[in-house]
């Protein structure tokens, strides 16, 4: 259990499957009112099913939107705000990947991962940053990539946004500190999700190659991402702004191999 964390209303998005509804096991645990934003109404339904089940006494939200929508985004955190008052920590975690040679790669493909993976982190951010304002303080928790800080072949988009998530938070964190708001960025590795599995389905990645190529010899699991998660958010980290944490088994790390 994490110190401060009780009671806190949180807001997160690409709520529906992986590392984002690892969280909001996670911050359920933890006692804190949930609204979960998602593309898709039956992945809500069944990540709400799943924690009624489990925690029968959390309140829980559904609000179906796409963050690519700046207008819908506002009005799910207004939502969000209306029922239950407040926002406390928003967790903007809504992502795609997109792997592909970059002479393959498409306008509309470079569009897209912009606009999920960069832009639409900006406007949670934006829309958590004006009720976090109005109400003395939050805590933003932006779900970045170990690939916003190093690089990889094929990735030239999903690099190029991760990145731009990085700074964009360092950027909100120095701005927005006097205002009570903390803003952070987590940073995976390879995480076992149902995407990376998608991605190693079809050939695009070799999970065998990418374990070996880990110090800590294995992928990670949303839940150790979601304990991350707890930890930037908590008081634990109240002095802690503006920073990327990397948690990605010492990949990184390794300029070995």
């Not at 960069?118 to 949670?124: A, D, H, I, S």
Request: glycine share 10%; with cysteine; aromatic share 6%.
């Amino acid at each position: 259990m994490y110190p401060g964390l009780r009671g806190k209303v949180v807001m997160c998005t690409g709520a529906a499957q992986g590392i984002g509804r690892a969280m909001l096991d996670a911050y359920a645990r933890h006692g804190c009112p949930l609204a979960l934003l998602d593309v898709s109404a039956d992945g809500l339904a069944a990540a709400r099913a799943q924690l009624q089940a489990r925690y029968p006494d959390v309140p829980t939200l559904c609000l179906q939107a796409s963050v690519r929508d700046d207008a819908a985004v506002e009005k799910a955190y207004a939502a969000a705000r209306d029922r239950f008052g407040r926002v406390d920590i928003s967790l903007n975690n809504a992502g795609i990947s997109m792997n592909k040679p970059s002479l393959e790669l498409s306008g509309e493909e470079w569009r897209r991962a912009i606009d999920i993976d960069l832009t639409g982190v900006f406007y949670c951010c934006q829309s958590a940053g004006r009720i976090m304002a109005e109400q003395g303080g939050g805590v933003i928790v932006n779900t970045a990539s170990m690939y916003g800080v190093v690089a990889a072949p094929e990735r030239a988009a999903y690099c190029a946004a991760k990145a731009g998530v990085i700074a964009l938070t360092k950027s909100l964190a120095v701005e927005w500190a006097p205002l009570g708001i903390r803003v952070n960025a987590l940073c995976p590795g390879y995480i076992r999700t149902a995407l990376v599995d998608e991605l190693i389905g079809r050939g695009a990645l070799d999970a065998g190659r990418i374990a070996a190529r880990a110090p800590m010899g294995r992928l990670g699991t949303p839940e150790e991402m979601a304990e991350v998660a707890l930890f930037l958010a908590s008081d634990a980290a109240r002095y802690t702004t503006g920073h990327a944490m990397l948690a990605d088994g010492g990949w990184t790390a390794n300029g070995y191999l």
